[in-house]
Structure formats: C-alpha cells, structure tokens
C-alpha cells in the first residue's frame, strides 16, 4: 500500500508500524529498506511503536489488577503476574503490542490534526474493513497482488514469504505445525529461544492454558517430533536408494537413526519432499514397493 500511495502522490505525513519485538530479523531489515525509501521519496521517516517493556515482561512479568483475574489465578494456584502465552481466547498480545498502541497514536494525530487513517488491508480481506480509508480496497489489489508489487519493486523480505504462509511473531502458538517446522529448520537460533521461552512458561505457570503453548504439544515434545521426523526422512532416504550422494558418516548416521527408531509407528510420521502434501513413512514405503512393481511389470512385457 505504501509503495503505490508514494507513486501515485498521495498525502503521507506519518507512517506507522508496531514493532512487537518478535519479528524476524528479516522483517527488520525489510523496515528497514522501506524507511531508506520512504526517506528519499517523502523525506520522513517510519514512527515505530512499540511497547514500553515489551513481549517477555507482558508474557512473564506483568502484574495483575483485576479482581477476576486475580480470583481466576488463584483457583489455578499460578502466580499473580504475567500472562502467559498468547492464545485463540487471550490474544492479549495482539492488543498490548499493535492495536492499542496504534489506535492511541491514530487518536492523538487526529485531536491534534485534520488527519486520514490509511490501512493496508486488502481487498479480500472484507471481514477486516472499518471505518476507515482502505487504498488497497479501492484499487482492487488482493493481498496476493500486492505481495508481487512488492516484489517487482524489490522487496522481497529476504525470502521471508518464501518460506513461511505468514510472517507475523516467530515465536506465535497459533501458527500451524508445519511453520513451526520450517522455524525450527530455517531460524534454529529462534527455535533454541522458542525452547527456553517454553521451559519458563510451564515452569511458571504449569500444565495449564496460561502455561501451555499448543493444545497437546510443548515446544519440546515438537522438538522431539521434529528430530525423530529428520531421522525417519534419512531412515527412508537411505533404504529407498536415495543415498548415492550420501558420505559413509552420513550412512552411519542413518543407519544409527533406524537402530533408535525401531518400533516407532510409521503412520506417526509425515514426511513432505520438494513442498508435496505430506505422507506417512507407511505410505511412502507402500508407494516405493508400487513403483518397484510397476517398473518390474514394464521389464518382464517387453
């Protein structure tokens, strides 16, 4: 929405951003390189908001005030300060960290000035339109669209959205498994982090909501998903002639990963290849002994 409200001459006297102190590094850089831009073209700079103490003193430190909080705190016996992690019913994040934060920011430019609140929602995001001016719903643009004028103009945040469906906190419950996968694999410093944060939260708070980062699952029990996954993929790779490229030590690893994973159920596992749906290792292995018939069956017509 920025890029094209520059092209196209449109006002712009301030340039809000939330800066939740979550982001990945490459959605810094990416501010980054649009504030140069912004610089050059308008000759102001983007506003970063941000709160005062930030997200690990709200998720672990913050007092609470209120009677029903407290009372609700006590019929769990966890302690009286902080909030726990994020989730679908307390997204408290997403109102101490974005939305108060700009809607504050928002109100006080408007008492001081004839201002016009500009959002970039796109236009099939209609659930999330308000009161307010929406350029991108005006234009048309969808969000896929106005990913690719980003591109085109060259900015790509790093390959952020290469990797990711969605690129908001790294460290947010509410992604899906299969990005905290990728997580793991492509930011293994956050993982590590994402780990620690965990250990502290059950630590604090228990085996309960407050406590607890994904329904059935602590960041370490994914941790060990997600290594018994790699071993399986290497289990399979290795028994399915995938390991032409593959040196001795990395045999021997495989070899030493199917010695541990015996007795692990194969139908546990999914395993995806070059960004395929997902299957089971059973499912695979059925689908390798199909492929091994088929290609026995054109030998034997011939």
Same mark, same amino acid.
């Given at each position: 929405m920025l890029l094209l409200m520059i092209e196209?001459?449109?006002?712009?006297?301030?340039?809000?951003?939330?800066?939740?102190?979550?982001?990945?590094?490459?959605?810094?850089?990416?501010?980054s390189k649009v504030d140069d831009y912004l610089y050059?073209?308008?000759?102001i700079h983007i506003t970063?908001?941000?709160?005062?103490k930030g997200f690990e003193y709200l998720m672990f430190e913050e007092e609470k005030q209120k009677p029903s909080s407290i009372e609700n705190r006590q019929r769990l016996g966890v302690p009286l300060y902080g909030n726990g992690w994020p989730g679908v019913k307390v997204r408290w994040c997403t109102g101490q960290l974005k939305t108060h934060l700009i809607?504050? /920011? +928002?109100?006080? %430019? !408007?008492?001081? #000035?004839?201002?016009?609140?500009?959002?970039?929602?796109?236009a099939d995001e209609p659930k999330?339109?308000?009161?307010?001016?929406?350029?991108?719903?005006?234009?048309?643009?969808? /969000? +896929?669209?106005? %990913? !690719?004028?980003? #591109?085109?103009?060259?900015?790509?945040?790093?390959?952020?959205y290469e990797i990711y469906h969605r690129c908001s906190c790294w460290c947010c419950p509410l992604q899906r498994i299969d990005e905290l996968r990728k997580l793991r694999h492509h930011h293994p410093e956050l993982w590590r982090r994402l780990r620690d944060m965990d250990q502290r939260a059950i630590a604090q708070f228990g085996h309960n909501p407050l406590g607890q980062f994904k329904q059935n699952w602590t960041v370490e029990r994914l941790e060990q998903r997600f290594a018994a996954e790699d071993a399986q993929i290497s289990v399979f790779l290795l028994?399915?002639?995938?390991?032409?490229?593959?040196?001795?030590?990395?045999?021997?690893?495989?070899?030493?990963?199917?010695?541990?994973?015996?007795?692990t159920p194969k139908?546990?596992?999914?395993?995806?290849?070059?960004?395929?749906?997902?299957?089971?290792?059973?499912?695979?292995?059925?689908?390798?002994?199909?492929?091994?018939?088929?290609?026995?069956?054109?030998?034997e017509s011939r």
């Open positions: 196209r001459g449109l006002p712009i006297n301030t340039v809000l951003w939330a800066d939740t102190g979550m982001e990945f590094p490459e959605m810094y850089d990416h501010i050059r073209e308008r000759g970063m908001l941000r709160h005062p809607s504050k /920011e +928002v109100n006080r %430019l !408007k008492g001081e #000035y004839q201002a016009l609140h500009y959002v970039g929602i796109a999330r339109i308000k009161n307010e001016q929406y350029p991108l719903v005006d234009w048309g643009i969808t /969000e +896929v669209e106005a %990913l !690719k004028l980003c #591109y085109d103009r060259g900015y790509d945040w790093s390959g952020l028994s399915s002639g995938k390991d032409s490229t593959m040196t001795e030590k990395q045999k021997q690893e495989c070899s030493e990963a199917e010695t541990m994973l015996q007795g139908q546990n596992v999914l395993i995806s290849f070059d960004g395929k749906p997902a299957k089971t290792l059973e499912e695979l292995e059925k689908e390798q002994k199909r492929q091994k018939k088929k290609h026995k069956d054109r030998g």
